[in-house]
């Protein structure tokens, strides 16, 4: 039997035991269906292998190398990886499109006993869920937005705020960027696939009768663009701004960046293509201020000089509506505390 997935709900609350990926390793990491776990009947090169006899020299020649590599890929897995399941275990079974690979694991399983079923249409047929759901539809959610300048430790706000019962999408968590020009994380960004699969994972769980606050970004965060439904959804979001003073602003960057201004040569990279937009005699104070170990005079011309002209300019075109403006002294723990539980209240008293 083959299972037909008609929604994305359905797929993500598929309700088997395991879901299995038989895609090569290099297609798993692109993108697949959250939870899965990678057993590939061909890995990268002996995928590359058969696709290249299947072009230039024979079909035939091609699925019978294929055959003998994919039942010897999935003996090996029975074996080892499967080995502790016992008699009731119900896993769900892909590829790429439902053919000839998971079709093939999913025979081999089914003659062992396990109530396996392969997924109809394969990633493909959960991609396409993926992009109505995120390119296609409006976005069945209420979305409030948390705007300011930088190092309004909007961020930190979210999770506190998430702490008070309010949903919380974290886009940068979910993007692994900080959603600036020195965000970058060690770990690198996901694939554009793979970062829209962890967002329709995290809407998924979420209340459609609540409202979800989410930071307010631009279209992209690194290099992943924000998908079309949602981008739509947050441009007409109503906005809560915080606001603090720039001194106190430019202290807490200086914590939240210490990694990246812990690495001088790659900070001193980061910046040079500013030389465009902010002048080499800015980039060159920068430089300065890198070599002179001056991180709080650092951080706090960054966020007057480059990121306070950048949210401005982009606060006139997108013109949003601020419903509220909450303004912290300080951004030390206890005022950020204070601050999460006003959001919080306002949140549950708007009427959106």
């Known amino acids: 039997m083959t ?60 699925r019978k190398l294929g055959a003998a590599l994919v039942f010897r890929n999935a003996a090996n897995h029975i074996e080892h990886a499967l080995s502790h399941h016992g008699g009731a275990w119900r896993p769900m079974v892909y590829c790429w499109r439902g053919g000839q690979r998971s079709g ?46 930088t190092g309004t430790a909007k961020t930190e706000l979210l999770h506190l705020v998430r702490l008070q019962g309010v949903q919380v999408l974290d886009l940068e968590g979910l993007a692994q960027h900080r959603g600036s020009l020195l965000g970058a994380m060690k770990e690198g960004q996901p694939s554009q696939k793979a970062f829209e699969s962890r967002l329709a994972l995290a809407l998924n769980a979420m209340d459609r009768a609540r409202p979800i606050l989410v930071e307010a970004e631009s279209s992209k965060i690194g290099v992943l663009n924000l998908p079309p439904s949602l981008w ?69 011309s960054l966020a007057q000089d480059h990121y306070d002209p950048a949210y401005e300019k982009s606060m006139r075109s997108a013109a949003p509506k601020i ?30």
């Open 3 to 62: 299972l037909v997935l008609s929604s994305l709900k359905m797929c993500l609350d598929h309700g088997f035991d395991t879901v299995i990926d038989v895609r090569s390793p290099s297609e798993f990491a692109d993108d697949h269906i959250p939870g899965a776990i990678n057993l590939p009947v061909l890995n990268n090169a002996e995928r590359a292998k058969v696709g290249t006899i299947y072009k230039l020299q024979s079909p035939f020649t091609a």
């Open 104 to 149: 093939s694991f999913t025979w081999m399983l089914r003659e062992i006993g396990w109530r396996a079923e392969v997924v109809e249409g394969g990633y493909r047929t959960y991609r396409r869920l993926i992009t109505q759901t995120l390119y296609d539809d409006p976005l069945p959610f209420r979305i409030v937005q948390l705007g300011g300048y």
């Open 232 to 300: 739509d959804a947050m441009k007409k979001a109503p906005w809560l701004e915080i606001t603090a003073p720039l001194p106190a602003r430019a202290r807490y960057l200086a914590q939240a960046y210490e990694d990246i201004l812990a690495d001088t040569e790659g900070l001193l990279k980061s910046l040079q293509p500013l030389r465009v937009h902010r002048g080499h005699t800015l980039v060159d104070h920068w430089a300065d201020l890198i070599a002179e170990n001056s991180k709080l005079a650092l951080c706090q």
């Open 323 to 352: 419903a509220h403006s909450f303004h912290a002294a300080n951004l030390m723990q206890p005022a950020l505390n204070e601050l999460a539980g006003k959001i919080s209240e306002r949140i549950h008293s708007m009427d959106i």
